[in-house]
């Protein structure tokens, strides 16, 4: 065996007593607890945390732009690339919240430092934000933002001969509905051949079993036709707190923008007002067809922050009472001054197909259309019970 030179020894000795150094001067910073684990991680500030929660609320409140290459390279079926989107349609949605932060890591500056973050999507409601130094906590996702509760109390319902009949109530029982249509995103998992829809646009080619097969997955079951009245019809009083003491006004508005009929666009043109472009945030008839869609898209349409109420597609409902009456009309097949785009107003479907036969106007006027076939969306609801106080 070769035996090692006296200067190879010198070497070794001094590169040992370098690394004796460096440790102890870890030791004493208190760094090598991080890198060996022998003693706690420093704790990451609450600043810190606040700031990493408040970029994850913005994500999961839709406040992201699809046309970042992120998507592009991450999940291709999300990517656009032009984003005109509106953040309430991409808010609440787990497969946009996860993809953003796929293989991403994040830094937030505070003062001179940078500290780096993951997020990683958990469960279906939860989520965890770790910090590369060992810091990490588990969050709770909210999906408020897609659906609408319907305030107890006394609505306008389906329509029955004498009028005092078509007042109900709650009853004890929560409507939790949607706030939009369904969208080809909610769906295109479970339905590949969906795959060349564009993802944020309502479902329009579904027929009735299969919007109730949607809905009862979820939990739910499609909007009824006594809810759709209900948000659709004004509520009639003051302030919400007095929907649950008294029945709503027989001269409540038959729209969902405010009390008087002049708050509506149908009434104003029905009147003689010239068309205003300004009118498709409320209705999008079929004057609106020529603008983006999404230009006009509101956060809240009716008074209960029920989006889609009026204009758009038509919306299938279930109705037990008067199952003839399975389709709210009100939609871009028809001008904005048709009275068709008025609460109460149903046709029948007969969930066969979307050809013109296939739709009976025996209570209102036809569509106006060039199209031969028409397309028709929905929306679910849950029912829950209230515990008695």
Same mark, same amino acid.
Request: aromatic share 14%; hydrophobic share 35%; charged share 30%.
């Given at each position: 065996?070769?035996?090692?030179?006296?200067?190879?020894?010198?070497?070794?000795?001094?590169?040992?007593?370098?690394?004796?150094?460096?440790?102890?001067?870890?030791?004493?910073?208190?760094?090598?607890?991080?890198?060996?684990?022998?003693?706690?991680?420093?704790?990451?500030?609450?600043?810190?945390?606040?700031?990493?929660?408040?970029?994850?609320?913005?994500?999961?409140?839709?406040?992201?732009?699809?046309?970042?290459?992120?998507?592009?390279?991450?999940?291709?079926?999300?990517?656009?690339?032009?984003?005109?989107?509106?953040?309430?349609?991409?808010?609440?949605?787990?497969?946009?919240?996860?993809?953003?932060?796929?293989?991403?890591?994040?830094?937030?500056?505070?003062?001179?430092?940078?500290?780096?973050?993951?997020?990683?999507?958990?469960?279906?409601?939860?989520?965890?934000?770790?910090?590369?130094?060992?810091?990490?906590?588990?969050?709770?996702?909210?999906?408020?933002?897609?659906?609408?509760?319907?305030?107890?109390?006394?609505?306008?319902?389906?329509?029955?001969?004498?009028?005092?009949?078509?007042?109900?109530?709650?009853?004890?029982?929560?409507?939790?509905?949607?706030?939009?249509?369904?969208?080809?995103?909610?769906?295109?998992?479970?339905?590949?051949?969906?795959?060349?829809?564009?993802?944020?646009?309502?479902?329009?080619?579904?027929?009735?079993?299969?919007?109730?097969?949607?809905?009862?997955?979820?939990?739910?079951?499609?909007?009824?036709?006594?809810?759709?009245?209900?948000?659709?019809?004004?509520?009639? $009083?003051? +302030?919400?707190?007095?929907?649950?003491? &008294? %029945?709503?006004?027989?001269?409540? /508005?038959?729209?969902?923008? !405010?009390? *008087?009929?002049?708050?509506?666009?149908?009434?104003?043109?029905?009147?003689?007002?010239?068309?205003?472009?300004?009118?498709?945030?409320?209705?999008?008839?079929?004057?609106?067809?020529?603008?983006?869609?999404?230009?006009?898209?509101?956060?809240?349409?009716?008074?209960?922050?029920?989006?889609?109420?009026?204009?758009?597609?038509?919306?299938?409902?279930?109705?037990?009472?008067?199952?003839?009456?399975?389709?709210?009309?009100?939609?871009?097949?028809?001008?904005?001054?048709?009275?068709?785009?008025?609460?109460?107003?149903?046709?029948?479907?007969?969930?066969?197909?979307?050809? $013109?036969? +296939?739709?009976?106007?025996?209570?209102? &006027? %036809?569509?106006?259309?060039?199209? /031969?076939?028409?397309?028709? !969306?929905? *929306?679910?609801?849950?029912?829950?019970?209230?515990?008695?106080?």
């Amino acid at each position: 065996m070769k035996k090692i030179s006296k200067s190879y020894q010198v070497f070794g000795i001094g590169i040992a007593g370098a690394v004796i150094v460096l440790l102890l001067a870890l030791w004493q910073s208190g760094k090598l607890s991080v890198l060996v684990g022998d003693k706690e991680a420093p704790k990451i500030s609450e600043t810190l945390w606040k700031l990493a929660l408040q970029e994850s609320h913005d994500v999961w409140s839709g406040k992201v732009d699809l046309s970042d290459p992120h998507f592009k390279k991450e999940c291709p079926r999300l990517y656009l690339e032009k984003d005109d989107v509106p953040s309430s349609l991409k808010s609440c949605r787990q497969s946009i919240f996860d993809c953003f932060y796929k293989n991403r890591s994040l830094k937030i500056k505070m003062k001179n430092d940078f500290f780096s973050y993951h997020v990683n999507l958990l469960t279906q409601d939860t989520f965890e934000i770790f910090f590369e130094v060992g810091n990490k906590k588990k969050f709770q996702l909210k999906s408020k933002c897609r659906k609408i509760k319907l305030p107890q109390g006394f609505y306008w319902g389906n329509e029955r001969k004498e009028k005092r009949d078509r007042v109900w109530h709650t009853s004890g029982i929560q409507y939790q509905v949607d706030r939009f249509q369904v969208r080809y995103i909610d769906v295109f998992k479970q339905f590949p051949s969906k795959k060349g829809k564009d993802l944020f646009e309502p479902i329009s080619d579904f027929l009735p079993d299969q919007m109730e097969e949607f809905c009862r997955q979820r939990k739910s079951q499609v909007l009824s036709s006594q809810v759709k009245a209900a948000l659709t019809f004004h509520h009639g $009083r003051k +302030d919400l707190s007095r929907i649950n003491q &008294e %029945p709503p006004d027989w001269n409540t /508005s038959a729209h969902p923008y !405010g009390p *008087r009929a002049e708050e509506s666009p149908q009434f104003l043109m029905s009147k003689g007002a010239s068309f205003d472009r300004e009118f498709c945030f409320k209705i999008y008839g079929k004057e609106c067809r020529k603008f983006n869609r999404f230009e006009f898209f509101p956060e809240a349409l009716g008074w209960s922050g029920t989006a889609e109420l009026m204009g758009g597609l038509p919306e299938y409902v279930h109705n037990k009472e008067h199952p003839r009456k399975n389709l709210h009309p009100s939609s871009y097949y028809y001008s904005i001054n048709s009275s068709a785009h008025q609460a109460g107003k149903r046709i029948y479907w007969s969930g066969r197909g979307f050809r $013109r036969i +296939d739709f009976n106007f025996s209570t209102t &006027e %036809p569509f106006h259309s060039e199209f /031969s076939e028409f397309k028709v !969306g929905f *929306r679910c609801m849950r029912l829950n019970l209230l515990e008695e106080k």
